[in-house]
Nanobody
Framework: QVQLVESGGGLVQPGGSLKLSCTAS????????MSWYRQAPGKERELVAR???????IFADSMKERFTISRDNAKNMVYLQMNFLKPEDTAVYYC?????????????WGQGTLVTVSS
């Protein structure tokens, strides 16, 4: 019953913008840190950005000046605003939820949404 559903991916030209959304259900959303990861063909999945349950954010160095992560706990949603997109940003973007307890860590993943940056 736990679900993370991404949306907002698509084709965009270099220099353009795109906003991804992730809708969560089946767990206590406000307890979880939410993250966006991405994976390009032939490459490992990498962290793009993370926002804690308290609103603290971290970004990968290559994205922190261009991307913004935010969350709306009332709607069980997390967003990734992407600006000044580059062809290197082309990847499947995944939504992740993580709760860390004293003796356990719980992770949930969405199916991903494809972002293609090309002219």
């Amino acid at each position: 019953q736990v679900q993370l559903v991404e949306s907002g991916g698509g084709l965009v030209q270099p220099g353009g913008s795109l906003k991804l959304s992730c809708t969560a259900s089946g767990f206590t959303f406000s307890y979880y840190a939410m993250s966006w990861y991405r994976q390009a063909p032939g490459k490992e999945r990498e962290l793009v950005a993370r926002i804690s349950s308290g609103g603290m954010t971290i970004f990968a160095d290559s994205m922190k000046e261009r991307f913004t992560i935010s969350r709306d706990n009332a709607k069980n949603m997390v967003y990734l605003q992407m600006n000044f997109l580059k062809p290197e940003d082309t990847a499947v973007y995944y939504c992740n939820a993580r709760a860390t307890y004293v003796w356990n860590t719980v992770d949930y993943w969405g199916q991903g949404t494809l972002v293609t940056v090309s002219s």
